[in-house]
């Protein structure tokens, strides 16, 4: 099966949204031709010069990665930087680069999400619900054509919240109204004012679905001219967010919890809080460096902390509040290229999708007077 580099990055666009990405973020497609035919990509935690030549050798007509390779803007193309020589490669050998990056890590179905279904918890819910990305549409409908906008707008994705969806307010009224002689009225005659029985319906759309639920509302909706309203609202978005919360069945042992997480997430080694004989019921965790958000899983009542970096400091001040643990960057956010492959492979089932066999983690380890690398 053969696709367009657009296919795929129109659909994690879509699905992943880009508005959630941090604003010193550049998910998205990075290089390519979104007009170019590709018959497989290859998904890795980031594109490295390694990584090219493996796309290049399995044929591979794109790369999609978590990490961004153009992270900070670039005013040149010498070769001098990584970032510079892998946009080289992917450039001369025809191989577009999409990522997503932070907005993967809001994502309902993310990363955070993911590594506490890793680490068996329940109950699982975002640990910073997402802000200002709720929007309310209110707009006046003959009652004649009250379900066909209904049905037009809930299909653009409109309606949803939580666990439900076609969810709207619905009011009777009526609006009146005067075409000028240059209108084209559906109901009433021009130049003379004309009441029409109409509905009032109110419902909410995520944000980045806007141009898309304002089309389908213009387009189902039988009057010249449309009245409708957007509003911002306040409220969280509790189904996305960087982090995740959620429970144990059973509590663990603060000695025994970073064995777990090693285990789980196949760390060469686990930086802790001190032991103190706590109980570790509630789980609050952050793939990357997520030491920012400490806090907010103290606030959360978690009982630990599990992220891929934290300063010495942070352990400092929290190791009374909480316990943290550090899993390194790589090793928290490598289930990544997982939730990718299940997105795409779910949308495309008969699209070739590869993992990458390259490990791009470029911190080594040396402990116990033993290299990682050499093995001396």
């Known amino acids: 099966m053969k696709l367009k580099v657009k296919d795929i ?15 010193y973020d550049n998910s998205g497609l990075q290089t390519g031709n979104p007009e170019d035919e590709i ?21 591979c007509g794109m790369i999609i990665t978590h990490h961004p390779v153009i992270f900070y803007p670039l005013k040149r193309l010498t070769g ?19 990522s997503s990056h932070t907005n993967l890590d809001a994502y309902s179905a993310g990363v955070s999400r993911k590594m506490a279904e890793k680490l068996g918890l329940k109950r699982i819910r975002p640990l910073k619900p997402l802000e200002n990305k709720i929007l309310k549409l209110v707009t006046y409908v003959p009652a004649s054509h009250a379900d066909k906008v209904r049905d037009a707008i809930f299909s653009a994705g409109a309606g949803k919240i939580g666990n439900y969806d076609l969810c709207s307010f619905n009011a009777e009224g009526y609006g009146t109204f005067r075409g000028n002689e240059e209108s084209n009225p559906f109901v009433g ?9 109409e509905i009032r319906i109110e419902t909410v759309l995520l944000s980045h679905l806007r141009s898309r639920v304002i089309k389908a509302l213009l387009d189902a909706h039988p009057y010249e001219e449309v009245a409708w309203d957007l509003y911002p609202l306040l409220n969280e978005y ?25 285990r789980t997430f196949n760390t ?28 907010d899983a103290i606030a959360a009542g978690a009982d630990a902390y599990v992220t891929g970096e934290i300063k010495y400091h942070d352990f400092l001040n929290a190791d009374n509040s909480i316990f943290l643990a550090e899993i390194g960057h790589y090793e928290s956010e490598i289930c990544s ?8 492979i779910k949308k495309f089932p008969n699209f070739a999708l590869r993992f990458s066999e390259i490990k791009t983690n470029p911190i080594k380890y040396y402990r116990n007077g033993k290299n990682e690398t050499t093995g001396d």
């Open 189 to 197: 005659k021009r130049g003379e004012l004309h009441r029409e029985p």
């Open 9 to 23: 990055s129109n659909f994690l666009d879509y699905t992943i949204p880009l508005s959630w990405q941090e604003s």
């Open 337 to 344: 290229i997982e939730i990718l492959y299940e997105l795409l």
């Open 238 to 262: 509790e189904l996305a967010g960087p982090g995740s919360v959620g429970i144990f069945s059973e509590p663990v042992e603060d000695k025994q919890f970073p064995d777990l997480i090693a």
């Open 39 to 59: 018959s497989s990509a290859l998904l890795a935690l980031e594109a490295t010069e390694e990584v090219i030549g493996e796309a290049f050798e399995k044929k």
């Open 80 to 98: 001098k930087t990584l970032a510079e020589r892998v946009i080289i490669e992917a450039i001369k050998n025809g191989i577009a680069i999409y």
């Open 268 to 295: 060469e080694v686990v930086k802790h809080s001190g032991i103190r004989g706590r109980l570790i019921k509630k789980v609050a965790l952050c793939g990357g460096a997520g030491g920012s958000f400490i806090n």
